[in-house]
C-alpha cells in the first residue's frame, strides 16, 4: 500500500464549480498535510498545509483533514480556468515530505 | 517565483553516462531537498542536504548523490545513468526545521537514451 494515495484523474468541472480533490494516507503518525499545485513545466507551488483534524481556509481554498478516516481534501470554491494544473496532496515525516500522484485538474471555460 | 533556479532547463543524456544538476536556493533557507519526479507520478524525495550534510535520503541507490555549498547552492549527481532515470528532478529549499515550507525550483528534464 502506498503511503499516500490519490487519484490521477484526469477531472474536469466547469468554470464556476465547486472542485473536491482528495487523498487518503497509510500511517497514523503522519502529522502535517499540504496541498501542491503544479503548473505544466513548473515545480509544485504551496498552496496550504495543515497540522490538525478540521478544516483550513484561504480565500476560495479550503483544506479537510479527518485523521480518523486517513483522508484529506482540497475544496476550490468559484473554479477558474487559471486553476487548471495538477494538484498533489502531500504529508512529511522525519523532515521528509511524501507527495500523492497527483490530480490533474481541467476547468472548462 | 520561488527565488529558486535550477540549471540546466532540459538534458539529454546516453545510459551509463554521468551527469551534474544545479540548484540555487532562496536567499537565506539553509536546507535544500532534491527530489524525482517521472511522468504522471508525484515527487520522490532523493535526499536532503543541510549545512553541507547530507541529512536524510530516500529510497535510492549510491549513485545519487549530492553537494551543498557554503552559499547554499547545491548539486546533484548521478552516475551510470540507467533508462528509468529519464524524469524531471526538482530542488526545494527551506529553512532548517521548517521543510514542510519548501520553495520548489522549475526543476531539470533529464532525458537517458
Known amino acids: 500500500q502506498k503511503e499516500v494515495e490519490q487519484d490521477p484523474g484526469p477531472l474536469s468541472v466547469p468554470e464556476g464549480a465547486i472542485v473536491s480533490l482528495n487523498c487518503t494516507y497509510s500511517?497514523?503518525?503522519?502529522?502535517?498535510f499540504m496541498w501542491y499545485r503544479q503548473y505544466s513545466r513548473k515545480g509544485p507551488e504551496l498552496l496550504m498545509y495543515?497540522?490538525?483534524?478540521g478544516n483550513k481556509e484561504d480565500g476560495r481554498f479550503t483544506a479537510q483533514v479527518d485523521k480518523s478516516s486517513k483522508y484529506i481534501s482540497l475544496f476550490i470554491r468559484d473554479s477558474q480556468p487559471s486553476d487548471s494544473a495538477t494538484y498533489l496532496c502531500?504529508?512529511?515525516?522525519?523532515?521528509?515530505?511524501?507527495f500523492g500522484k497527483g490530480t490533474r485538474l481541467h476547468i472548462l471555460p | 517565483e520561488t527565488g529558486v533556479t535550477q540549471s540546466p532547463t532540459h538534458l539529454i543524456k546516453t545510459r551509463g553516462q554521468q551527469v551534474t544538476l544545479r540548484c540555487s536556493s532562496q536567499?537565506?533557507?539553509?536546507?535544500v531537498s532534491w527530489y524525482q519526479q517521472a511522468l504522471g507520478q508525484g515527487p520522490q524525495f532523493i535526499f536532503q542536504?543541510?549545512?553541507?550534510?547530507?541529512?536524510g535520503r530516500g529510497n535510492f541507490p549510491p549513485r545519487f548523490s549530492g553537494l551543498q555549498f557554503p552559499n547554499y547552492s547545491s548539486e546533484l549527481n548521478v552516475n551510470a545513468l540507467e533508462l528509468d532515470d529519464s524524469a524531471l528532478y526538482l530542488c526545494?529549499?527551506?529553512?532548517?526545521?521548517?521543510?514542510?515550507?519548501?520553495?520548489f525550483g522549475p526543476g531539470t528534464r533529464l532525458t537517458v537514451l
Open positions: 526545494a529549499s527551506s529553512l532548517a526545521g521548517n521543510t514542510d515550507t519548501q520553495y
Open positions: 500511517n497514523s503518525a503522519f502529522q502535517y
Open positions: 536567499s537565506g533557507h539553509n536546507t
Open positions: 502531500a504529508t512529511k515525516l522525519d523532515d521528509k515530505i511524501i
Open positions: 495543515t497540522y490538525s483534524s
Open positions: 542536504y543541510y549545512r553541507e550534510e547530507e541529512n
